[in-house]
């Protein structure tokens, strides 16, 4: 049971190129999650999805774009990649965010932008 | 805002010495606190949820309990494998960044057991 994972785990960019992340989760959760981690700072929420075809704005959502085309696939867009984006990007998944339903997490992708 | 302040920042302690982190929140309306731990390199892995102030949990060496303004964790006679780095976030029954449920996580509190 694989959970949640991600893809690639490790990235090295220049600025101004563009790439994918992927998240894949096989618990047939409904809502999906991508957050960054900085450090000295929380997880902070990028985007998120309530359903497939569904995306929405998380508090940090700039410079990046998102597609829930099938369900268990979340995909985060760097369109035009920014050194302040180095990061620790991880993908979480949930099957309802009614009260206290916990989110399961993936390993993370640590990408940096040169 | 929703908030969520972990203290301390870093915490060294010898094994079988026990110990508290603490998580303070402000937030509007808790749906849930979560406690999580993250290893180096891994995601965060879940512990805990509390709902409601005076709710205790337990799992093996660790207990997390709730009131109206903090959570606490304590690690009671803790081991080397317990060293990890433990998160703290709410759920706000009104998300401020927007629509659906995400967490708002603190920074952490990083603790080292040593042998």
Redesign the interface.
Known sequence: NAGVTQTPKFRVLKTGQSMTLLCAQDMNHEYMYWYRQDPGMGLRLIHYSVGEGTTAKGEVPDGYNVSRLKKQNFLLGLESAAPSQTSVYFCASSYSPRMGVTQHFGDGTRLSIL | EDQ?TQSPEALRLQEGESSSLNCSYTVSGL??L?W?RQDP??????LF?L?SAGEEKEKERLKATLTKKESFLHITAPKPEDSATY?C?V?ARKYS????????????THLIIQP
Do not use: H, I
Not at chain 2, 41 to 46: D, I, V
Not at chain 2, 97 to 108: P, Q, R
């Open positions: 969520v749906r849930g979560f999580y390199g891994k995601g965060p892995e879940f949820t709902y998160l976030a759920q960044g927007g629509g659906a449920d995400g967490l708002t996580f603190g920074k952490g």
